[in-house]
C-alpha cells in the first residue's frame, strides 16, 4: 500500500482492525506522515566549483577567522566566538583543521602548526588536575554562553576521547611529546572509568566523578583511542578496553537501534525519544574498515545507512510549495527552533542531524557522504557515489564567497552561523570526494 501512494505529499494512515468476517471492528489507531521523495540520480543542482577548490576555500576562511588570529597571537581562543564556550569540542576541532591546512597550505605551514599547538596548550591548561576524578580531561563546558551556564561542571565523555586522538596527530607531526602523553593520561582516566558493560555514563560530575544521569556513552570514539594506544604502546590493556567498548556496541545500539542523539547542547533523553544517524553511520563505517571483506558486516553496514537515509536524509524540500505540510502544530514563537518549521528555505538535498533539529546540517550531510563513500568503496554500488555527490553538491551550493559553509542549511539571513567544527567535518567530506573516481 505505502508503495503504491504518491511520494512528496501529507499521507493519513488509518489502522482498522477486522473480525473473522472481515468487517471492521475498531480502529487500532491513526498518523499523518510526509511521504518523502525518493533519490533522483541526476536531478539535483551541481556544484558550481569542484570539491577540491571548495574545501580549499572553506579551509582558508577558518584560518582568517579572528579565533585563528587570537589563538596564534594570544595563545587562547577568541572569547568573542560564543561556541568556544565549548572548549573540548571547539579548540579540539581546531586542532585537527589546523593540521590539515598546514599540508594544504605549505606556506602557512608554520604558522598553521603554531595555532594547533596554541589550541592544544590552551586544553592542557584548563584540563582537570592529576588527581582529580576526571583527571587530565578537557573540560566540555566553560563560560555561560549557550548551554554552558546550564551544564557547568558536567562533563560528557564523548569529547576527551576527540580531543586524544588530536592530541596524537600533533605529537607524530611536531615530535613533541607532551601531546602523547597527554592522550595516554586521558586514555587511562577512560580505563579507569569504564563500565563492567564496555562502557562509560555520558556525564560525570566533575567535582566527585559521579553520574549525572544513567545514560550511557555511545563508546565509538574512546574504542578508536584505544587502538591507536595500543598501536603505538602495545599494552594490551588498551586492545581488552576496546574489545570491551565494541562488544557494548554489538549488544546495545546495534541490536536496540537506540541510535540517541549525544550532543554538550542537548539533555539526554529516554531511550528512542531523540534519535541520530550520527552513532549508526560512525558504526556502518568502523564496521567496514574493521571488518573488511566481510559479507556479514557489510550487511549490517549497508543495513545501518537505509536507517539513516530513511530518517533523516532530505532528498528534496519535505513541505508544499508554500512550504507547510511536513508537521502538524505551531512554532514555537520567539525561539530559534521555530526555523525547523521554515522548511520552504531549506536547502537540499540535505540531512537532518536528530530528531529535536530536523533541519538538514553540513555536518549530516558530511557523515552521510563519508558514510556512502565508504559503502562504494565497498561494493562498488555507482548509486552510493551518486548520493554522495548529490550531498556534497549542496555543501558547495551554499558556501559563500569568503568560503564559509553555514552550519544551519536554511537559506536566510538570520540562519547564517557556523560551527568551526562542523565546517572541519565539511571540509573532510569534501576531500573525500575530490578524491573518489
Known amino acids: 500500500m505505502w508503495g503504491k501512494i504518491p511520494a512528496r505529499g501529507l499521507v493519513t494512515v488509518i489502522c482498522d482492525g477486522l473480525d473473522a468476517k472481515g468487517n471492521v471492528c475498531g480502529r487500532a489507531g491513526m498518523r499523518r506522515f510526509w511521504k518523502s521523495a525518493p533519490f533522483t540520480p541526476g536531478g539535483y543542482k551541481p556544484a558550481p566549483r569542484s570539491y577540491a577548490e571548495a574545501a580549499a576555500k572553506a579551509c582558508d576562511f577558518i584560518w582568517s577567522l579572528p579565533n585563528t588570529r587570537h589563538l596564534l597571537e594570544k595563545g587562547e581562543p577568541d572569547p568573542s566566538y560564543s561556541l568556544n564556550c565549548y572548549p573540548a569540542k571547539m579548540s579540539g576541532s581546531v586542532i585537527g583543521i589546523m593540521l590539515d591546512y598546514a599540508k594544504r597550505r605549505p606556506e602557512r605551514a608554520k604558522a598553521a602548526l603554531a595555532v594547533a599547538c596554541a589550541a592544544a596548550d590552551f586544553l592542557l591548561r584548563i584540563s582537570q588536575p592529576a588527581d582529580a576524578p576526571l583527571a587530565h580531561f578537557p573540560p566540555t563546558y566553560r563560560g555561560e554562553a549557550n548551554t554552558a551556564k546550564q551544564y557547568a561542571g558536567q562533563q560528557m565523555l564523548l569529547y576527551p576521547a576527540r580531543v586524544a586522538e588530536n592530541y596524537l596527530k600533533l605529537a607524530d607531526v611536531t615530535g613533541d611529546k607532551k601531546y602523547a602523553v597527554a592522550a595516554e593520561n586521558i586514555g587511562r582516566t577512560y580505563l579507569k572509568l569504564q563500565g563492567a558493560d564496555g562502557?562509560?555514563?555520558?556525564?560525570?560530575?566533575?567535582?566527585?566523578?559521579?553520574?549525572?544521569?544513567?545514560?550511557?556513552?555511545?563508546?565509538?570514539?574512546?574504542?578508536?583511542?584505544?587502538?591507536?594506544?595500543?598501536?603505538?604502546?602495545?599494552?594490551?590493556?588498551?586492545?581488552?578496553?576496546?574489545?570491551?567498548?565494541?562488544?557494548?556496541?554489538?549488544?546495545?545500539?546495534?541490536?536496540?537501534?537506540?541510535?540517541?542523539?549525544?550532543?554538550?547542547?542537548?539533555?539526554?533523553?529516554?531511550?528512542?525519544?531523540?534519535?541520530?544517524?550520527?552513532?549508526?553511520?560512525?558504526?556502518?563505517?568502523?564496521?567496514?574498515?574493521?571488518?573488511?571483506?566481510?559479507?556479514?558486516?557489510?550487511?549490517?553496514?549497508?543495513?545501518?545507512?537505509?536507517?539513516?537515509?530513511?530518517?533523516?536524509?532530505?532528498?528534496?524540500?519535505?513541505?508544499?510549495?508554500?512550504?507547510?505540510?511536513?508537521?502538524?502544530?505551531?512554532?514555537?514563537?520567539?525561539?530559534?527552533?521555530?526555523?525547523?518549521?521554515?522548511?520552504?528555505?531549506?536547502?537540499?538535498?540535505?540531512?537532518?542531524?536528530?530528531?529535536?533539529?530536523?533541519?538538514?546540517?553540513?555536518?549530516?550531510?558530511?557523515?552521510?557522504?563519508?558514510?556512502?563513500?565508504?559503502?562504494?568503496?565497498?561494493?562498488?554500488?555507482?548509486?552510493?557515489?551518486?548520493?554522495?555527490?548529490?550531498?556534497?553538491?549542496?555543501?558547495?551550493?551554499?558556501?559563500?564567497?569568503?568560503?564559509?559553509?553555514?552550519?544551519?542549511?536554511?537559506?536566510?539571513?538570520?540562519?547564517?552561523?557556523?560551527?568551526?567544527?562542523?565546517?572541519?567535518?565539511?571540509?573532510?567530506?569534501?576531500?573525500?570526494?575530490?578524491?573518489?573516481?
Open 199 to 437: 562502557t562509560w555514563y555520558l556525564k560525570l560530575w566533575e567535582k566527585d566523578g559521579k553520574p549525572v544521569l544513567p545514560n550511557r556513552v555511545f563508546p565509538l570514539e574512546p574504542l578508536e583511542l584505544f587502538e591507536k594506544l595500543y598501536a603505538r604502546t602495545k599494552d594490551p590493556a588498551w586492545r581488552a578496553a576496546a574489545d570491551r567498548a565494541f562488544a557494548y556496541i554489538e549488544k546495545g545500539p546495534l541490536t536496540t537501534w537506540n541510535w540517541e542523539c549525544q550532543f554538550e547542547d542537548v539533555q539526554p533523553h529516554p531511550p528512542y525519544k531523540a534519535l541520530t544517524k550520527h552513532q549508526a553511520c560512525s558504526t556502518a563505517m568502523f564496521l567496514l574498515a574493521r571488518f573488511s571483506g566481510d559479507k556479514r558486516r557489510l550487511a549490517q553496514a549497508r543495513e545501518l545507512l537505509r536507517f539513516a537515509e530513511d530518517q533523516f536524509v532530505y532528498w528534496e524540500k519535505p513541505c508544499r510549495a508554500d512550504g507547510t505540510g511536513y508537521r502538524a502544530g505551531t512554532p514555537w514563537p520567539g525561539n530559534i527552533c521555530d526555523w525547523n518549521w521554515d522548511y520552504l528555505h531549506w536547502a537540499t538535498p540535505g540531512v537532518g542531524e536528530q530528531y529535536g533539529w530536523e533541519m538538514p546540517i553540513d555536518a549530516s550531510n558530511s557523515k552521510l557522504i563519508r558514510t556512502y563513500l565508504a559503502l562504494y568503496k565497498a561494493e562498488g554500488n555507482p548509486l552510493d557515489l551518486a548520493k554522495a555527490r548529490a550531498l556534497g553538491d549542496t555543501l558547495v551550493n551554499v558556501q559563500k564567497a569568503d568560503g564559509s559553509i553555514r552550519t544551519q542549511m536554511l537559506m536566510r539571513p538570520d540562519a547564517d552561523n557556523f560551527w568551526i567544527n562542523c565546517m572541519g567535518a565539511s571540509i573532510r567530506a569534501l576531500d573525500l570526494l575530490a578524491e573518489a573516481r
